[in-house]
């Protein structure tokens, strides 16, 4: 999340927010209306490959996960260990599902070119 930002912001032209600032907006108004608008792209890449990272990161989930919280990589993980059953494999087709979802509407939105 925090490298798709950076290059964001790093490729962000700062002239544009001194001529929104010189054209008399404040600096929240010049970072809700120029800044923002313009480093979506990175926040909405990085918010989907943080998505679709924390679905595989089951060493780091079952690290981290305490008996009342139970994410979805440790709960499939058990239910692998568990049984046998071919329902898992539906889970996965669901998960790859969402992701298509997550990536046509980015497409839709504001066009992977600008994501990526």
Do not use: C
């Not at 600096?27 to 209306?33: A, D, K, L, N, Q």
């Amino acid at each position: 999340m925090v490298r798709t930002v950076g290059v964001s912001v790093s490729n962000l032209d700062p002239r544009l927010e001194l001529a929104s600032m010189n054209l008399g907006a404040g600096p929240i108004r010049t970072f809700f209306r120029v800044t923002l608008p313009l480093i979506k792209p990175g926040i909405i890449a990085g918010g989907v490959f943080s998505a679709v990272t924390s679905f595989g990161e089951i060493s780091i989930s079952l690290f981290v996960s305490s008996p009342q919280t139970i994410t979805i990589p440790v709960r499939t993980f058990n239910y692998i260990e568990q049984t046998f059953d071919p329902s898992v494999n539906a889970i996965s087709v669901i998960f790859i599902i969402i992701s298509i979802i997550a990536l046509l509407i980015i497409e839709k939105t504001i066009g992977l070119s600008k994501v990526m």
